[in-house]
């Protein structure tokens, strides 16, 4: 399954980007929506947590004999003073325990097997769709360029036409010759459209600002999700034999089967972030392809075109908004993945963290809010 194909919403115009503007994008904003290295630290950082699964495998073995010793203590009174019956099943229950214990990494790989299999298909999905989408934002950073030095242009055109229209500049220009007039525009065109790039420039400098901290909190949001899902997994992994041992008791019962929905709850985080993130490439698409269309009109050599680029310019920012709204949307709807994850299965401490951590969101996001306002 590919990306879903918005060209016929919005016309897809090619745009030539060269090989050098590319290596200063990239350099300067990263290889991609989601830089590479870091999404495959990530991937790398989560198979590391197959290796910490025996910190306390032995003292939950210990525990585990103790409590068996327990038990059948318990079930030995209770047939004693006549109160209970002789029961095959519940007596060979903590035997199956301890064989978990025991076989704790096959265990723990077959519970995650389904969060795995969910990854490695929308991860399919996902990657499949930003190769697209870094050639979208490739062209569109190439018309924001282009468009500011259509704007360089045009303010020192009309910074002429203001000097001609000065009354020496009337009296005293109409002796010149034609060819010293060319001349004299080809030496101070350049120097008052090099006083302007100053303007157009800041202009510039605040887009991509605005831009740049739009996709770095898009991908603050997807880092934290994965590196969530690690340190909630090697939790688990590292202190789960504990929760097995302690179901052995009639009190605890329910540990294991708790511990099992929450582990596997985790490890379909990466799998719900992927499917989110590739859902968010939808709209970034959209938006990418409307801003192209949008840059690609003001630079026609039309009349028309040229008022819209004036009252672009008056704007004060080099940009239509829509590709930093589709960035900051994504970035909320990543922190929904815990409680997406709850509504496949059910538990209830997931959920709590996943409430904490949403709370503090909810105060970055609002501090990253009052930081782009006051820019």
């Keep these: 399954m590919s990306l879903l194909n918005f060209s016929r919403l919005v016309p897809i115009l090619q745009v030539e980007v060269p090989g050098s503007f590319k290596d200063t ?11 590479e290295g870091m999404m ?17 495998l032995a003292d939950a073995q210990a525990l585990c004999a103790i409590l068996m010793l327990i038990y059948f203590a318990i079930i030995c009174y209770g047939m004693i003073s006549g109160d209970k019956k002789l029961e095959v099943m519940p007596l060979l229950r903590p035997f199956g325990l301890v064989m978990v214990i025991l076989w704790w990494p096959a265990f723990t790989k077959v519970i995650a097997y389904p969060g795995a299999l969910v990854e490695n298909r929308t991860e399919q999905l996902f990657d499949g769709s930003q190769s697209h989408i870094n050639d979208l934002r490739m062209q569109r950073a190439k018309l924001m360029v282009d468009v500011s030095y259509a704007l360089f242009k045009l303010q020192a055109s ?72 690690i340190i909630f997994s090697t939790i688990l992994i590292i202190l789960g034999p504990f929760s097995v ?14 511990w099992i929905a929450r582990f596997v709850s985790v490890s379909l985080y990466s799998g719900i972030a992927y499917l989110v993130m590739y859902v968010a490439s939808l709209f970034q698409q959209y938006a990418l392809e409307a801003e192209i269309l949008r840059y690609s009109e003001l630079l ?9 680029l004036s009252w672009f310019a008056a704007n004060g920012v080099l940009s239509f908004g829509m590709v930093i709204i589709t960035f900051i949307i994504g970035a909320i709807t990543m ?14 401490g997931v959920s709590s963290a996943a409430s904490a951590m949403g709370s503090g969101a909810t105060r970055i996001s609002s501090m990253a809010t009052s930081a782009v306002g006051g820019i």
Excluded: C
Excluded at 25 to 35: R, T
Excluded at 335 to 348: D, E, G, L, N
């Design 300 to 308: 026609s050599a039309e009349g028309e075109s040229i008022e819209k």
């Design 40 to 56: 495959h630290f990530l991937k790398g950082m989560k198979e590391t947590i197959w290796t910490h699964y025996d910190v306390f």
């Design 25 to 35: 994008f990239n350099f300067l904003q990263g290889n991609g929506v989601y830089e």
């Design 245 to 258: 041992a302690a179901s052995i008791l009639p009190a605890f019962r329910q540990s294991f089967t708790e």
């Design 158 to 229: 009309t910074e002429i036409a203001k000097s001609e229209a000065d009354t020496w500049y009337e009296n005293a220009w109409e002796s010149v010759k034609s060819s010293v007039k060319e001349g004299f525009s080809q030496v101070w065109n350049p120097v008052v459209e090099m006083r302007n790039r100053l303007q157009v420039g800041l202009q510039l400098l605040a887009s991509s600002l605005l831009e740049t901290m739009a996709i770095w909190i898009l991908r603050i949001s997807v880092y934290v999700i994965f590196i969530v899902q």
């Design 335 to 348: 922190f929904t993945v815990p409680s997406i994850s709850t509504w496949i299965v059910s538990t209830s």
